[in-house]
């Protein structure tokens, strides 16, 4: 059976990797792809299909590189509000 997986299992990662005929099962998928705009096949192992797509739809689509960055400041930033919000609101019952 040909054998074609995602490189992050084998600490190779953004590669596609497998055996000679899990990567020639891949060239004609691609090839039909090309061909046709999507090819839907069992042959791919672990994948279902191959899509083209047009190079705008994926230079617009792209996950911004600040994302992470943003939501990890951002979290930062609403745990340090939620802390002086209890720490306000116990200082507000001591009060009493």
């Known amino acids: 059976m040909p054998q074609l997986k995602d ?3 084998f600490k190779i990662n953004r590669h596609i990797v497998g055996d ?11 090839e039909k792809a090309i061909e046709q705009g ?9 994948f279902n299909g191959v899509t083209k797509l047009e190079t705008e739809f994926l ?3 792209q996950e911004s590189k600040l994302t992470p960055i943003f939501l990890t400041a951002f979290s930062i930033v609403v745990v340090f509000l ?3 919000v209890v720490l306000g609101f116990k200082s507000f019952l001591n009060w009493f």
């Open 38 to 46: 999507e090819y839907i096949g069992s042959d791919l192992d672990d």
């Open 82 to 84: 939620i802390f002086l």
């Open 7 to 9: 490189g992050s299992d």
């Open 59 to 61: 230079k617009n689509n």
């Open 20 to 30: 000679e005929s899990g990567l020639r099962n891949l060239i004609s998928a691609c």
